[in-house]
């Protein structure tokens, strides 16, 4: 089992940054594919950015947060981390952290293809 914990949200103001963090507990998660993914109110979950293990820690991101947030980890730490820049209001979700030991590249964006769920930390921007 991995444990997920979130930390970082909160309120800020349009054009702001924050940055989020995501400890992880259980397992070394060095090999896991870990991914950040955000949920708007009447909105469905959806994918933001994600890294993989190997192929030299490839990262992947939505095209809505491309150019503004970096994903990262720190495999000593066992923690994954977003930076997250230039902050719209449209940002303004709960953001997840996930994990798992067997995403392929084609799945890294779907919800559904992870196992390890954090609880979510509230990101709030307004205008």
């Known amino acids: 089992q991995v444990h997920l914990v979130e930390s970082g949200g909160g309120l800020v103001q349009a054009g702001g940054s924050l940055s989020l963090s995501c400890a992880a507990s259980g397992r070394t998660v060095s090999r896991y594919t870990m991914a950040w993914f955000r949920q708007a109110p009447g909105k469905e979950r959806e994918f933001v950015a994600a890294?993989?293990?190997?192929?030299?820690?490839?990262?992947y991101y939505a095209d809505s947060v491309k150019g503004r947030f970096a994903i990262s980890r720190d495999n000593a730490k066992n923690t994954l981390y977003l930076q997250m820049n230039s902050l719209k209001p449209d940002d303004t979700a709960v953001y997840y952290c996930?994990?798992?030991?067997?995403?392929?590249?084609?799945?890294?964006?779907?919800?559904?293809?992870?196992?390890?769920w954090g609880q979510g930390t509230q990101v709030t921007v307004s205008s």
């Open positions: 996930a994990a798992d030991a067997s995403i392929i590249v084609s799945t890294v964006r779907q919800a559904n293809q992870y196992d390890y």
């Open positions: 890294t993989k293990p190997s192929s030299g820690g490839a990262t």
